[in-house]
């Protein structure tokens, strides 16, 4: 890691050293006082008609306080933080996101009394910026999207905050071989299950955060599951994973758009995605992801974000892997974050109009794989090295 991206602060003196760790144990008390009236996000049965004996789950992290996945990674950063001495009593809390990261840092910034400033693309709905301000945030608005962490870096330096800088802690801010992680989580509730082992974990990377913890924790705690990437139409994740798999790993890779699929996928390779965590990964195309994404909301009887689209094709995928291989068994996968915040989007049909994505074919092509035709012709695939 570059010597510039690591936050820079004075040593304190004495006695103010002593009212910082007061401050510290205080907040982290709050945090673990409100981790404590929260119940842990439900995992739901989803039913796979065309896969007998594979049982296939959603982990609902749309159920926690702030509506998605990010909750948790939001609650890791904060700990981590603290932990390390880098938030300062009434100092703002910067960060470079206009989703669902922002929206639950603002959440616990607010929880902790603290400002937080969102620094996100002028281009970024009302919606999200009303989402961000609810939960006690402000916007700082840049108009170009690849200018948002140099802007963080600066607004944190002038304004005597700390960036917390999701894209690069995100992996090791998580306690990935307990304290509840997503992964913990997952196998405490499927102890009772027909197969409480799952045969794969299948997620999708933003950061690179859930994938690491997910990998980290299966080896760590022996079990035979692996960890399936689906990753949406324009990302540099899957290439980096090809290329990693052949020796020719580049961190430097970029791609010139965002994905579409939002809160997933990443026009570079960010620090906090560990390839050699994963076994395995597809690339999904999007008119794909979203045609999931209403199936996925017309059996759960609400509605789903996109990402949890793209999840769906990769348990897809690996339920027709088990089955060509005559297996039986459990997979997991998780439901990023609820639907209702893409309502002038993916739930929009002039949005697919604009985006020139064809529907009905989606739609058709999707029930094909459900009833059996083989998903991986239209999908990238790429596979660990034994």
Request: with cysteine; glycine share 8%.
């Amino acid at each position: 890691m570059d010597a510039a991206a690591l936050p820079l602060q004075a040593p304190l003196p004495g006695s103010q050293r002593t009212r910082q760790r007061a401050w510290e144990a205080e907040c982290i008390a709050r945090i673990e006082a409100d981790f404590s009236r929260s119940a842990d996000t439900h995992l739901i049965p989803v039913p796979l008609p065309g896969y007998p004996g594979i049982d296939a789950y959603f982990k609902d992290e749309s159920s926690h306080p702030t509506g998605s996945l990010k909750h948790r990674l939001a609650r890791s950063l904060f700990l981590y933080a603290l932990s390390n001495g880098w938030l300062r009593e009434g100092a703002p809390v910067i960060e470079a996101s206009s989703g669902s990261t922002a929206v639950s840092e603002a959440y616990f910034a607010r929880l902790l009394g603290l400002p937080f400033i969102a620094v996100v693309p002028a281009s970024t709905s009302p919606e999200k910026i009303a989402a961000i301000e609810f939960h006690g945030g402000r916007c700082h608005l840049v108009q170009r999207a690849c200018d948002l962490h140099a802007a963080s870096l600066v607004l944190a330096r002038e304004s005597g905050g700390h960036f917390m800088d999701q894209f690069v802690y995100a992996e090791r801010a998580t306690d990935w071989r307990a304290n509840n992680n997503i992964a913990e989580s997952i196998f405490r509730q499927m102890q009772r299950e027909p197969h409480p082992v799952p045969e794969w974990i299948v997620c999708s990377p933003g950061t690179g955060g859930t994938s690491s913890t997910l990998g980290r924790y299966v080896r760590y705690r022996q079990h035979p599951t692996r960890i399936l990437c689906a990753d949406p139409e324009t990302s540099v994740f899957f290439d980096y994973y090809a290329g990693v798999q052949r020796g020719q790993a580049d961190l430097t890779m970029t791609e010139a758009q965002g994905s579409r699929i939002e809160g997933i996928g990443r026009p570079q390779v960010e620090r906090s995605f560990i390839a050699h965590c994963v076994d395995a990964m597809v690339k999904v195309p999007d008119a794909l992801s979203l045609a999931a994404m209403r199936h996925v909301s017309q059996v759960l009887g609400r509605r789903v974000g996109g990402s949890t689209g793209t999840n769906f094709i990769g348990l897809l995928y690996a339920a027709q892997q088990m089955a060509a291989e005559g297996r039986t068994g459990s997979i997991v996968s998780i439901l990023c974050d609820s639907g209702e915040r893409y309502a002038r989007s993916y739930y929009d049909s002039g949005w697919y109009e604009r985006s020139g994505i064809d529907i009905a074919t989606a739609d058709r092509q999707l029930r094909s794989f459900l009833g059996g035709a083989p998903v991986a012709a239209a999908l990238r695939r790429a596979a660990a090295a034994a």
